[in-house]
């Protein structure tokens, strides 16, 4: 018997305790792409030890706003960590975006960092290092191993709690106390 997962895109993933993995646990992940063939999403609360001047220095990009040179940069998960993306508010009229949901986008061309740098850029904005995937079927199993708790997401949670809040912030909307949660799964 198959059975129809709902699309997770645009909603969060919410590490439970049982995730030991130091990159995934305590983390909050916002989904991107969830299909038979498999999911994609980005850790949105962990920051790197670069801050995004390391990374305009890196691509000769020059910004005279400090402000925006000392914005963190987030560690979205360990696949391709020298691969760059841009979770942002707006759309604008960049190379590689697409629109995940009405008012939040992701960019992952060179162009959005140089409009962000000369204050061009979207208002709200994340840059991440990597992402987090999934293979067919395998974060449907994480799912029901109590791995992941599922939320919904909104641009304030994405873009204006404090990193070390978010994931504090999304388990409080569902509702429950998280030593209420079992150690160990079942099926009924």
């Known amino acids: 018997?198959?059975?129809?997962?709902?699309?997770?895109?645009?909603?969060?993933?919410?590490?439970?305790?049982?995730?030991?993995?130091?990159?995934?646990?305590?983390?909050?992940?916002?989904?991107?792409?969830?299909?038979?063939?498999?999911?994609?999403?980005?850790?949105?609360?962990?920051?790197?030890?670069?801050?995004?001047?390391?990374?305009?220095?890196?691509l000769d990009i020059h910004c005279d706003d400090e402000s925006i040179r000392q914005q963190p940069v987030y560690i979205g998960g360990p696949v391709q960590l020298e691969q760059g993306f841009v979770l942002h508010s707006m759309a604008g009229h960049w190379q590689?975006?697409?629109?995940?949901?009405?008012?939040?986008?992701l960019t992952s061309s060179v162009d959005i960092l140089q409009a962000i740098a000369e204050?061009?850029?979207?208002?709200?904005?994340?840059?991440?290092?990597?992402?987090?995937?999934?293979?067919?079927?395998?974060?449907?199993?994480?799912?029901?191993?109590?791995?992941?708790?599922?939320?919904?997401?909104?641009p304030d949670l994405l873009f204006h709690e404090k990193p070390e809040n978010k994931w504090q912030v999304a388990f409080d909307s569902l509702g429950f106390d998280i030593n209420s949660l079992s150690p160990v799964s079942g099926n009924a």
């Open 96 to 105: 590689n975006s697409v629109e995940i949901s009405t008012g939040i986008h």
């Open 119 to 154: 204050g061009r850029g979207p208002e709200d904005y994340l840059v991440i290092l990597g992402f987090s995937g999934w293979a067919s079927g395998q974060l449907e199993s994480e799912l029901q191993q109590n791995s992941w708790l599922t939320s919904t997401c909104s």
């Open 1 to 58: 018997m198959s059975q129809q997962t709902a699309s997770l895109v645009d909603k969060c993933l919410i590490a439970t305790p049982a995730i030991k993995d130091p990159i995934f646990a305590s983390s909050l992940v916002y989904m991107c792409e969830h299909s038979q063939q498999g999911s994609m999403g980005l850790v949105v609360n962990h920051e790197t030890s670069q801050v995004l001047d390391d990374i305009f220095k890196q």
